[in-house]
């Protein structure tokens, strides 16, 4: 499998990269992942350039937190802390993305020299598919019931949680593809309108998804389900959280996943060594 994003070529091949995740936003829920966002861009641009060299192969930029309760951008906010960003990083050569369901949005990002829309809504706004086509870029689909700020709210009963997942990214991705988006990656969306248990249940089944052969994403760094897990409430700061963060990308990764999105660079890259480690050595003895 090859990540195709602009003029980069990502090999995953019997491996797994990192994406890092960058937040300009002055409110995320993991507070230690906030770059600064007053009046310059270089602190930002600094810290992405932090993620790179710890091992994010791509650095995911987002201003707009899914968080319950969090203050809602206009797109115009969200462009001016996203977009400088974007292009002082594609200036120092690395991959970026850019997180958001804003059209508006992804249109300036995409003028910025963005390599790849990340929409936690699915692209299920037209608008969004028509940035995606338009510049023909590469575009991340992730499954989630309601609304970004709302998941916690909805409705969590499955009646297979895998089959339902399964179904909405693979109905986007014919869309995108018909449309004429670039590579089209899928995210089953985990902590998004579901159980900690269907969280499991989903992880369980990430090969079907990578038997699709399209990229999969997991993100699932720090996520509230973790600490659900835990049985420590969904605090995404609680302890325990980062090593439970460490097991659950380091089984993502076990099962085939392309990329795994993280907040923690530098520890969640050396459990993955490994395992890139192990999985080339399963190859190679399976011939």
Same mark, same amino acid.
């Given at each position: ?44 641009? !600094? ?8 091992? &994010? ?17 206009? $797109? ?28 508006? @949005?992804?249109? $300036? ?10 929409? %936690? ?7 969004? @598919? &028509? ?28 009646? !297979? ?43 369980? !089944? ?7 052969? /399209? ?44 990329? %795994?999105? @993280?907040?923690?660079?530098?520890? @969640?890259? !050396?459990?993955?060594?490994? %395992?890139?480690?192990? /999985?080339?050595?399963? &190859?190679?003895?399976?011939?």
């Amino acid at each position: 499998m090859k990540l195709e994003l602009g003029e980069h070529t990502i090999d995953c091949t019997n491996r797994t990269v990192l994406m890092g995740i960058l937040n300009v936003s002055d409110d995320s829920p993991v507070a230690g992942s906030i770059a600064e966002v007053s009046g310059t861009v270089t602190a930002a641009r !600094d810290r992405g350039l932090e993620l790179h060299a710890a091992g &994010a192969r791509i650095v995911d930029i987002g201003a707009h937190s899914t968080g319950a309760g969090k203050r809602d951008l206009t $797109a115009q906010e969200e462009i001016e802390r996203v977009c400088p960003v974007i292009e002082a990083l594609r200036a120092e050569g690395v991959p970026v993305s850019v997180d958001t369901w804003n059209a508006d @949005v992804a249109s $300036a990002a995409a003028g910025a020299g963005v390599h790849l829309l990340n929409d %936690v809504t699915g692209f299920t706004d037209p608008a969004m @598919v &028509a940035v995606a086509a338009d510049h023909h870029l590469p575009v991340c689909v992730m499954q989630m019931r309601g609304d970004p700020k709302m998941h916690y709210e909805v409705d969590q009963t499955y009646e !297979d949680v895998a089959a339902e997942v399964r179904d909405f990214l693979f109905e986007r991705t014919a869309t995108l593809e018909a449309a004429g988006a670039g590579q089209v990656w899928i995210d089953p969306g985990f902590g998004f309108g579901k159980s900690a248990d269907d969280n499991v249940r989903m992880l369980a !089944d990430l090969p079907g998804l990578v038997a699709s052969g /399209r990229p999969v994403l997991v993100s699932a760094s720090r996520k509230g389900f973790l600490a659900e897990l835990l049985k420590r409430g969904n605090d995404q700061d609680t302890e325990g959280i980062l090593e439970a963060t460490l097991a659950f990308n380091t089984l993502a990764a076990y099962l085939g996943a392309h990329v %795994v999105r @993280v907040h923690d660079v530098d520890a @969640v890259a !050396d459990a993955i060594q490994v %395992v890139n480690r192990a /999985r080339a050595a399963m &190859a190679e003895a399976s011939g």
